[in-house]
Antibody, heavy 117, light 108 residues
């Protein structure tokens, strides 16, 4: 059974960089698309971006200038960096898997990141 | 960007009743690359339907999806107590991937 687990700081200061890692277990990171999705408290879901195991990426234009997603196939991990954060970036951040041309079939449990001084 | 509009925002129903949730796209979603997710408080979304009408593994057959183009529907034939949750549609036809705003199915 594939499992995804987010990890990283739960508190980030304004203007700093948010960094999260998603560890994939129970399956290979190869041949799938790996995404980050966030959900502000009490609100809906927002797609941040994805990376293919080969390293190709796609980002939401609304966040593209601040987002970097990378992958480490040797560790079965992929990571998110979001720079210059503000309080508007406070959200639960999820990592998720999608097959090619597919929906998100596996999700991490989510991690709350609060942006506050 | 494809904007997905879900309606109603909230629906109040009793266990055993039928729920019909709508998802309308601002432009055609080709190849029916439309999914539905269920989310309960404090949990990650769970994939219910992909390809507009295919149930994900382990999803009960009381959940069904239909539609094409710009109009899609999720139907729950007979609500069970565990079905009261928020439901989101999502298109994976074009970038950026987008989600609808959600429909909350609450107990009447």
């Amino acid at each position: 059974q594939v499992q995804l687990q987010e990890s990283g700081p739960g508190l980030v200061k304004p203007s700093e960089t948010l960094s999260l890692t998603c560890t994939v277990s129970g399956g290979s990171i190869r041949s799938y698309y790996w995404s980050w999705i966030r959900q502000p408290p009490g609100r809906g879901l927002e797609y941040i971006g994805y990376i293919y195991y080969s390293g190709s990426t796609n980002y939401n234009p609304s966040l593209k200038s601040r987002v970097t997603i990378s992958v480490d196939t040797s560790k079965n991990q992929f990571s998110l960096k979001l720079s210059s954060v503000t309080t508007a970036d406070t959200a639960v951040y999820y990592c998720a898997r999608a097959p090619a041309s597919g929906a998100f079939d596996y999700w991490g449990q989510g991690t709350l990141v609060t942006v506050s001084s | 960007e494809i904007v997905l509009t879900q309606s109603p925002g909230t629906v109040s129903l009793s266990p055993g009743e039928r729920a019909t949730l709508s998802c309308r796209a601002s432009q055609s979603v080709s190849s029916s690359y439309l999914a539905w997710y269920q989310q309960k408080p404090g949990q990650a979304p769970r994939l219910l339907i992909y390809g507009a009408s295919s149930r994900a593994p382990g999803i009960p057959d009381r959940f069904s999806g239909s539609g094409s183009g710009t109009d899609f529907t999720l139907t729950i034939s007979r609500l069970e107590p565990e079905d009261f949750a928020v439901y989101y549609c999502q298109q994976y036809d074009s970038s950026p991937l987008t989600f609808g705003g959600g429909t909350k199915v609450e107990i009447k």
